[in-house]
Structure formats: C-alpha cells, structure tokens
C-alpha cells in the first residue's frame, strides 16, 4: 500500500487573546489535493464555510487528514484550547483563513 501524502498541512496556535492558523490563506488547491490540521495545544476545532471536502463532517476536532472534493471558495474559522486552560479561543473579530479549490489540472 503506498503511503498517503499531505499536500497541505495548517497548524493552529494561540497568540495572545486569539487561535492563529500558519497558513490562513491555501489558494491555489485542487480537488483531490489532502489537507490536515495540527495544533500542539488541548484541543482545536475548525469551522468551515462552504465544506470543501469529500468527507461528511462539518467541523474539524482531529488530525485526521482530509480531502478536497468540491469546488470554489471556502472559509474557514479555528478555534484552540491552550494546555492547562479551559477558556477555547477564537480568531480575532472579522478575520478568518481562506482558500479555493480547482478542478485538477487547472
């Protein structure tokens, strides 16, 4: 069995009072490409507008890896728990990461 690849990779961290995504931005991916989320904290958890996978779940808790499977714009918003703490931090008012997914080969 051949191993499975992770195009993209976005860890979740919290700076100061807010969760930062590194990346926020992933423009340029394609359907089939795979995604996976990381965060070294307690807990994290990504919301999605305009779910861009082919997997069911409409929120991200794991580090599961994912796989784009539809196309056009999409947002997303991270949330994480900091070790030792009980208090989930969100991205600052207004901001968000974002991407669009293309057909392959485009």
Same mark, same amino acid.
Request: proline fraction near 8%; charge should be negative.
């Given at each position: ?13 919290? /700076? =100061?009072?807010?969760? /930062? ?12 490409? %795979? ?11 990504? /919301? ?12 991200? %808790? %794991? =580090? ?7 196309? #056009? ?10 070790? =030792? ?8 008012? #207004?901001? #968000? =990461? ?6 392959? #080969?485009?």
């Amino acid at each position: 069995m051949l191993p499975t690849i992770v195009k993209y990779q976005v860890a979740i961290k919290p /700076v =100061g009072e807010y969760a /930062v995504a590194v990346p926020k931005a992933l423009p340029d991916v394609a359907i089939g490409d %795979t995604l996976q989320f990381s965060s070294s904290e307690e807990a994290f958890r990504v /919301v999605f507008e305009n779910w861009p996978f082919k997997e069911s779940e409409t929120e991200v %808790t %794991t =580090g599961d890896l994912l796989t784009f499977g539809r196309e #056009g714009p999409f947002k997303f918003f991270c949330y994480v728990t900091p070790k =030792g703490e009980s208090k989930e931090l969100a991205y600052a008012a #207004g901001s #968000g =990461g974002n991407g669009n997914v293309k057909p392959p #080969g485009k």
